[in-house]
């Protein structure tokens, strides 16, 4: 009905020249509407005669009239639009899809079954439902909902419905088959199977429900165990923090004392070093005056002179002896540094091994433990070398054919086809490097490594401040130093880097369906690290580090 309601409104509605729906309609001065531009076209033909009509009731004007907008006609036509869109949507909801299970009786255009019924094995829609509810035999029928699969229901052999269920050989049968090769087997209605079953399922899904409910309960306390294990771990780093402040402090105290005696027993030594030191001076000073006195005396040719002068020379007055003299080694104070440096040594000693027994934990020796560590890193942009382009969230370096037009930075690699991680790297860490071809080096390296230059100072692994990972034509190779060391192990485009920075242990691992160690370094770090990626020249080469779940 609202379909012919809808087509009857469009025939009232609709131009008489393009049988459309009115566009932008005017009215003529006789009555009759137009879409403008119909209306204008029409009149145009007209124009030599001069002598303009109307196509419907042919009434004549001139001159050619005025054209007024028809505002409520127009609002009219919009709202037919509406009605009819969503009229013919509803209309078109109702027939099936190829997803949807079709009526079959329907003729034509099959509009979408409402209800399958498992004993007529026939799908209907809306309307042809009806006899079901109405006649009291269909009325007895089983209606579900719909399904595609009814004809599963007839048996294969003799097109006859499966109402048995042989449990002998668990499968639908129908009455035929039971008088032929299911003769004898253990066989009962479906109905009475399926309602077995459906007891069954129930207990199931009751056992299930509850394991749900137990394994929530596990979940939270689980969760209550995270709350109590970050709590405990805030406190203990707070508690001990604090300790170590007032230890901190404590040694500030005894440092300013230490400097405070130290000071105080300069002075005391220069002191008396310095007394001594002027007593010496004027015991030079008297000697010298004798010293010239005699020898004033010694050029006196006149014995009489010499022998009355002689006896009145000052007598020499008593010499400090240099045995007197109290001098030390020049290190003054070297059995307080020895003192200090003891106990700068056994206070090392104290807080590595009390803290690492309390770290410690095994390494990972399997995948899935590996990635309790694993990191997300990204690279840098500011270091990347001009001919390297980071993509996928700054995870992956692509060799470029030609130079990028990259803005100047401190940090950025200048020669060396490098780049590398904006994430520092302590504790325990663990990723994962993919890339299509060889000549990719994976590295570590302290910040503080060289950019510029062509020497070997910024290239990883001719230094002391990089470790890297070299996948060469055919093999793996490491390099620290200048020093290369060949790698066997099976060749792979993804590797693993495993880093303990306060066990100093870095580990490279080949990835195929297991791990592999290529090689472990152990050695001490004293900086945070950061990784790092080279790529050889050779545009479109790639390397990537991979997003880990």
Known sequence: MAQKRVQVDRETFSCSICLDLLKDPVA?????????NCIKAHWDTEDLKKLYSCPQCRKTFTPRPDLLKNTMLADL??????????????ADNCYAGPEDVACDVCTGRRRKAFKSCLVCLVSYCENHLQPHHDVPQLKKHKLVEPSNKLQ???CSRHDEVMKIFCRTDQQCICYLCLMDEHKGHDTVSAAAESTER????????????????????DVKLLHQEVEAINLSADKTVENSEKMFTEQIRLLEKRISDMKQQVRSQQRSEVSRVKKLQEKLEQEITELKRNDAELQKLSHTEDHNQFLLNYPSLPPLGESTHSSSINTRPLRYFEDLEAAVSQVKDELQNVLREKVDVLLFQPEPTTRAEFLKYSREITLDPNTAQAYLVLSAGNRKATFMKDKQCYSSHPERFSNDYQVLSRESLAGRCYWEVKWKKVGVHVAVAYKDISRKGSGDESLFGYNENSWVLCRELSSFAFMFNKIKTPISGPMTSRVGVYLDHIAGILSFYSITETMTLLHRVQTTFTQPLYAGLMLYYSPGNTAEFCKLK
């Open 77 to 90: 036509v919009e709202q037919l639009k509406k009605t009819g869109l969503q009229a013919a949507a509803a």
């Open 152 to 154: 599963e229901n007839i």
């Open 28 to 36: 003529t001065a006789c009555g009759h509407s137009y879409c403008r």
């Open 198 to 217: 459906q007891r069954e399922l129930e207990g199931n899904r009751l056992n299930i429900q509850q394991t749900i409910q137990d394994r929530e309960k």
